[in-house]
């Protein structure tokens, strides 16, 4: 089991920018990706951004590239979503999540088995 705890989010003016972080605890080393999802009030929940654990690689979804970068701390077994440039149409809740299994493709929720509670973000006009 993999637990996952998210933290970061709040109240921020448009063109600001906000840190979300994730930290997981558990059974770290069988992750093999994480990623960031978005609900906003009455949507879907839709991605964000994705990244191979071991390797580094990174996803983003069109609707945030060039503004939100995800990394990720092997060390402290924590995930970071660094967005700048935020518009109010980014306001949602954000949830990390995880996966231990290999997924070719990672922007689909139904591939992450272990999720977080979620942070709001709210994006002032």
């Known amino acids: 089991q993999v637990q996952l705890v998210e933290s970061g989010g709040g109240l921020v003016q448009a063109g600001g920018s906000l840190r979300l972080s994730c930290a997981a605890s558990?059974?770290?080393?069988?992750?093999?990706?994480m990623g960031w999802f978005r609900q906003a009030p009455g949507k879907e929940r839709e991605y964000v951004a994705a990244?191979?654990?071991?390797?580094?690689?990174?996803y983003y979804a069109d609707s945030v590239k060039g503004r939100f970068t995800i990394s990720r701390d092997n060390a402290k077994d924590t995930m970071y979503l660094q967005m700048n440039s935020l518009k109010p149409e980014d306001t949602a809740d954000y949830y990390c999540?995880?996966?231990?299994?290999?997924?070719?493709?990672?922007?689909?929720?139904?591939?992450?088995?272990?999720w977080g509670q979620g942070t709001q973000v709210t994006v002032s006009s």
């Open positions: 999540a995880a996966t231990d299994h290999y997924y070719s493709t990672l922007y689909r929720a139904g591939v992450y088995n272990y």
């Open positions: 558990g059974r770290t080393l069988n992750i093999y990706a």
């Open positions: 990244i191979r654990w071991s390797a580094g690689n990174t």
